[in-house]
């Protein structure tokens, strides 16, 4: 094999495990396997859904969502708590993640840039809401596989009224 088809097969494999770790999240949070998706985040992984999507800094300004993996396991607690009334019935979602594209690498620090397009239904009390938009993932790579350092959720409705609050990750 030439040294450009072991770089294309590498980036095919590459390529291949962003997407297996992808549907791997989205399969967790349609589980509601919360244990498992948060532990897809690094120590200090944050959960970013930014009020506009021109939005380049989380920390000081407005957001729908901005998360530690503290905060992510509180809203964890509260939404698996029995007295959790406004969670009676539960939510039901489904994730469908497409069109992954590696935005970079840095294989000395271990670092991908992906990005991805979501749709996302919550079906909760007779009524489904739709949800769809861009995901940003900065990945690092932990023992042959990854782990969230930053997952930013763009939506396309970002500014459309909801009828109720979002409990569920996107």
């Known amino acids: 094999m030439t040294e450009q088809n072991l770089t294309t097969m590498s980036s095919l494999e590459v390529q291949h495990k962003v997407e297996q770790f992808l549907y791997m999240q989205a399969s967790a949070l349609d589980d509601r396997n919360w244990e498992t998706w948060l532990s897809l985040f690094t120590e200090n992984g944050k959960y970013w859904m930014p009020a506009s999507e021109d939005q380049k800094i989380a920390e000081g300004v407005p957001n729908i969502f901005y998360e530690d993996k503290y905060l992510m396991d509180m809203r964890i ?42 749709h996302m239904v919550e079906y909760r009390l007779e009524n489904q809401r739709y949800f769809a938009g861009k995901y940003t993932h900065t990945l690092k790579t932990r023992d042959n596989s990854y782990l969230i350092d930053l997952q930013r959720v763009d939506l396309a409705n970002v500014e459309g009224p909801f009828d109720y609050v979002m409990q569920v990750w996107i």
Do not use: L
């Not at 698996?80 to 069109?99: C, F, L």
């Open 77 to 118: 607690r509260r939404v698996e708590h029995p007295y959790a009334h406004s969670q009676k019935p539960g939510h039901r979602t489904s994730h469908v993640v497409s069109n992954i594209v590696i935005k970079d690498i840095d294989e000395v620090a271990g670092i991908i840039e992906c990005q991805s397009r979501f």
